[in-house]
């Protein structure tokens, strides 16, 4: 008997202690949270529900947002409120900005991937890596040393491009797009030539996967009630994070210490043009607090934003181009017209000279097309903020001290009542007056953030996306592999087109509109 009794005991109590902790957990949720009260906003589940819905996540929440504005889910610690009202917004992150933060419940499932870095810390931490970044992204020398990249790698690729060309066959531009946006963001945040585009850096390839596969990880904590006893126990989804971050730690790290030992070999040139060394020569006036791990979280924090919004934003925007050829042909035009290459025969470095900040500014439907392709397919689809005291926002609806208020950018691009009844069409000219390029407010566009926490880097990504799609559509013409795959995402803090984008390229061989 008690054999039996000791297998039992065993074989139980793993599923007991599940069991407990699903109680210990509902009960959680479900108490305190005022939830038949019409102040608050009404409830529409739980932020567990999301997992049945996750890999349509964006499009279940873009439903809800026809009907609701404003709705709620109940979670363990506090309720999560999710809006597409421009006014709320417009509140939490500038009128009230000072009563928001990130919030305990968001940092701790961020941190094991960001860290400390600008994405993931509030108040001093917050105001002083923004104060820091800010400066290094205004300056003159970073500018013309990113451009000089973008034109570098933008060459690559269409080399790249012409070889797929050549063999006949269809190719997954989200994973060029990928390696070419990794390579730019290596040399202009690093100094590192990493040379990913052309396939000849197993390192990077694989830093590139873990990355990207931790970003999606990480993400899954917000639908998966178990995450944290997994993680004590490093099992199912919580071992492969553990083993991917392990692999960015020894990636970066190395990296770091690459990039000191040059500065050391040579300080004679301590004044570097990518951001790394410059970063680095700061941290030798405060060691103590600038050291290795705070590098290697603004590293991080630095890639999903270089990497991730120029390649992710790129792909949907060839993907639109491919749906839309009439769109991608007025492109091209205007690519042509603007750098005076109607020469069929003209050399890519040749082409790619002509690219200068005066060309950029003059690509207007390029731009409205791009910023239109962000307006449907943002590359943070979803983003917020935590209540650091009770509120009451615009709309009327009470939030209670630690509630969080999410802005769902990819459902308010669909919504018709804050952008007409043609809202889920894709009209690049919507954002043209007399063909000049004309901004909407950042509460309504919220692709780059608004407020105080704007996106330091949104110049720096439309030049990388404009030099690198007037490059690939002055040299091909683009269609979707098989017309018939439907292209969805993969539901993660950025918006990855899920098993790629098939393309085929065809060369231009007339100036003329076909």
């Not at 819905?53 to 439903?63: A, M, P, T």
């Not at 003059?362 to 731009?367: D, E, N």
């Not at 030099?467 to 795959?485: C, E, G, P, Q, V």
Request: aromatic content about 12%; charged content about 25%.
């Amino acid at each position: 008997m008690d054999i039996f009794f000791i297998i039992f005991t065993l074989t139980a109590a793993p599923f007991l202690l599940i069991l407990l902790t699903f109680l210990y957990v509902m009960l959680k949720v479900f108490t305190g949270k005022s939830i038949n009260n019409p102040n608050y906003a009404p409830v529409i589940g739980t932020v567990f529900n999301q997992l049945f819905h996750f890999s349509y996540l964006y499009d279940h929440q873009s439903e809800l947002a026809k009907t609701y504005k404003t709705y709620r889910l109940l979670g363990p610690e506090e309720s999560e409120l999710y809006t597409t009202d421009v006014k709320n917004i417009e509140h939490v992150l500038k009128t009230n900005f000072h009563k928001f933060s990130k919030g305990k419940y968001n940092q701790s499932i961020i941190t094991d991937l960001f860290g400390e870095g600008i994405f993931a810390v509030d108040g001093e931490k917050w105001r002083k890596q923004r104060k820091l970044s800010s400066f290094e992204f205004s300056t003159r020398v970073l500018r013309d040393f990113s451009c000089s990249v973008f034109r570098n790698n933008g060459a690559k690729l269409v080399k790249v491009v012409s070889k797929i060309v050549v063999a006949d066959r269809a190719f997954d531009m989200q994973d060029i797009l990928m390696r070419c946006t990794l390579d730019s963001i290596f040399k202009v945040g690093f100094g590192v030539e990493l040379n990913c585009l052309e396939g000849s850096s197993k390192e990077g390839t694989g830093f590139m996967k873990a990355f990207d596969d931790s970003n999606e990880l990480v993400y899954w904590r917000y639908v998966d009630p178990f995450w944290k006893l997994k993680r004590l126990f490093n099992v199912g989804s919580e071992a492969s994070l553990k083993k991917n971050i392990k692999t960015l730690d020894d990636f970066v790290n190395n990296l770091i210490k690459t990039r000191r030992n040059q500065l050391m070999d040579h300080p004679q040139q301590n004044v570097k043009e990518d951001i790394l060394s410059r970063f680095l020569v700061e941290s030798e006036k405060d060691p103590e607090n600038m050291n290795d791990k705070y590098l290697r979280d603004i590293i991080l924090n630095f890639m999903i934003a270089g990497k991730d919004t120029s390649a992710n934003t790129l792909s949907w925007f060839f993907y639109m181009l491919c749906k839309n050829p009439l769109i991608q042909e007025k492109v091209a035009q205007e690519v042509r017209q603007v750098t005076s290459s109607q020469d069929c025969d003209l050399q890519v470095e040749d082409f790619m000279a002509k690219i200068t900040d005066t060309e950029l500014e003059q690509m207007h439907y390029l731009h409205a097309t791009l910023t239109e392709t962000l307006r449907l397919y943002p590359a943070v689809p979803v983003d917020g903020r935590s209540a650091e005291e009770d509120d009451v926002l615009p709309d009327g609806i009470r939030m209670k001290k630690g509630d969080g208020l999410y802005y769902m950018a990819y459902a308010m691009g669909r919504m018709p009542y804050i952008w007409g009844q043609d809202a889920e069409e894709f009209r690049p000219e919507r954002w043209l007056n007399n063909g000049i390029f004309q901004p909407e407010s950042p509460f309504k566009f919220v692709a780059f953030h608004a407020g105080p926490r704007i996106c330091l880097g949104k110049d720096f990504a439309y030049r990388q996306m404009k030099i690198l799609s007037m490059a690939l559509l002055r040299f091909f013409r683009f269609k979707l592999d098989d017309d018939t795959t439907k292209v969805t995402y993969r539901t993660m803090f950025t918006l990855h087109i899920n098993q790629g984008l098939h393309l085929q390229a065809i060369p231009r061989t007339t100036c003329s509109l076909i």
